[in-house]
């Protein structure tokens, strides 16, 4: 099947210091690396060939890479629909650069008290991602409210749904993983959340939460398809498998992607996918969310029906 997502890793800088996350933490990735013009051109227009139809800018924080905006516009004109999550730091300052280039657009928001939020994030961001809502409403642009669920914040649900509603956008509610000295959520969090499923400006992915209480995936009957479904480039122009988190391989692609994706090498990890031992228990949504799409089960029909729901209530209830 053909790939349904790239996640380009922009950068790793981040100027932010979350807990949760250790991808701005300088002795673990090369900071300094961004992709050049002609390294995000030739990957943008192989992927879209290979069938890829979503691309995520990620990083780090996607808005310090300077040519985001350039490379959203090359995404759209090459038929991609495209993602940005941002901790908003940066947002009221590029926002009309950025504006109608980003199909869903994520704003990072944890707690609804300041205090809690900014400890969070390591830096104080609160007030600016109150301010990037009121910029990008303005703009015509329909941000989505994205809060990682971890033990400490679950119960910030209600008001994060309420700031939701009060600025007539979603709340994407995302549990945190395991990954990184994370432990993850467990029944007593996943209860809390799905009490607030059937509210208009939440989304909430039961598949998600059927995953977590399985056990994450399992190597003898994988629900993973990490490296049939996602591409996922490094900022140094590198392909990583099996995936950022868990990655073994870093595939130097020199302009061609579409003979690397095509490799033995590639294929291998294909057949592998979900198999390996360090993919037991595994639930990080990055890549079970497209792998989803992949096998024709109770995960599809869950997944499929929190996305309609999200776009009912997007699209139609909120517009």
Same mark, same amino acid.
């Given at each position: 099947?053909?790939?349904?997502?790239?996640?380009?890793?922009?950068?790793?800088?981040?100027?932010?210091?979350?807990?949760?996350?250790?991808?701005?933490?300088?002795?673990k990735w090369d900071h300094c690396a961004t992709p050049s013009w002609d390294q995000m051109t030739s990957n943008l227009t192989a992927a879209r060939k290979l069938g890829t139809r979503f691309v995520?800018?990620?990083?780090?924080?996607?808005?310090?890479?300077?040519?985001?905006?350039?490379?959203?516009?090359?995404?759209?004109?090459?038929?991609?629909?495209?993602?940005?999550?941002?901790?908003?730091?940066?947002?009221?300052?590029?926002?009309?650069?950025?504006?109608?280039?980003?199909?869903? &657009?994520?704003?990072?928001?944890?707690?609804?008290?300041?205090?809690?939020? /900014?400890?969070?994030?390591?830096?104080?961001?609160? /007030?600016?991602?109150?301010?990037?809502?009121?910029?990008?409403?303005?703009?015509?642009?329909?941000?989505?409210?994205?809060?990682?669920?971890? @033990?400490?914040?679950?119960?910030?649900?209600?008001?994060?749904?309420?700031?939701?509603?009060?600025?007539?956008?979603?709340?994407?509610?995302?549990?945190?993983?395991?990954?990184?000295?994370?432990?993850?959520?467990? @029944?007593?969090? &996943?209860?809390?959340?799905?009490?607030?499923?059937?509210?208009?400006?939440?989304?909430?992915?039961?598949?998600?939460?059927?995953?977590?209480?399985?056990?994450?995936?399992?190597?003898?009957?994988?629900?993973?398809?990490?490296? @049939?479904?996602?591409?996922?480039?490094?900022? /140094?122009?590198? &392909?990583?498998?099996?995936?950022?988190?868990?990655?073994?391989?870093?595939?130097?692609?020199?302009?061609?992607? @579409?003979?690397?994706?095509?490799?033995?090498?590639?294929?291998?990890?294909?057949?592998?996918?979900?198999?390996?031992?360090?993919?037991?228990?595994?639930?990080?949504?990055?890549?079970?969310?497209?792998?989803?799409?992949?096998?024709?089960?109770?995960?599809?029909?869950?997944?499929?029906?929190?996305?309609?729901?999200?776009?009912?209530?997007?699209?139609?209830?909120?517009?």
């Amino acid at each position: 099947m053909k790939p349904l997502l790239l996640h380009y890793y922009v950068t790793y800088r981040c100027n932010a210091r979350c807990s949760f996350c250790t991808i701005w933490d300088p002795a673990k990735w090369d900071h300094c690396a961004t992709p050049s013009w002609d390294q995000m051109t030739s990957n943008l227009t192989a992927a879209r060939k290979l069938g890829t139809r979503f691309v995520d800018f990620t990083g780090g924080e996607p808005l310090l890479y300077h040519d985001l905006p350039r490379a959203l516009r090359l995404a759209k004109v090459l038929g991609f629909r495209t993602s940005v999550t941002t901790n908003c730091l940066l947002y009221p300052a590029r926002a009309k650069d950025l504006a109608g280039q980003v199909d869903l &657009l994520h704003f990072s928001l944890d707690a609804a008290e300041k205090e809690t939020h /900014d400890r969070i994030r390591g830096v104080p961001c609160f /007030d600016r991602v109150m301010e990037s809502l009121d910029i990008a409403r303005a703009l015509g642009e329909h941000p989505d409210i994205l809060f990682t669920a971890t @033990e400490e914040t679950f119960e910030q649900i209600a008001p994060l749904a309420a700031i939701a509603q009060a600025y007539n956008t979603m709340l994407i509610v995302n549990p945190e993983f395991a990954w990184a000295g994370n432990k993850g959520v467990g @029944e007593r969090e &996943l209860a809390c959340l799905e009490r607030f499923a059937r509210e208009r400006n939440v989304y909430v992915n039961r598949a998600f939460h059927r995953l977590i209480r399985a056990g994450g995936n399992q190597r003898a009957h994988p629900v993973c398809h990490a490296v @049939e479904a996602v591409i996922v480039i490094s900022p /140094d122009d590198h &392909l990583l498998l099996p995936c950022f988190h868990r990655q073994r391989e870093r595939i130097p692609m020199d302009g061609q992607l @579409e003979k690397v994706r095509a490799s033995s090498l590639v294929k291998a990890y294909e057949r592998e996918d979900g198999r390996q031992v360090y993919c037991q228990g595994c639930t990080i949504n990055c890549y079970m969310d497209p792998s989803f799409q992949y096998a024709c089960n109770v995960y599809l029909f869950l997944s499929l029906a929190a996305k309609a729901k999200y776009a009912w209530s997007k699209y139609v209830l909120l517009a």
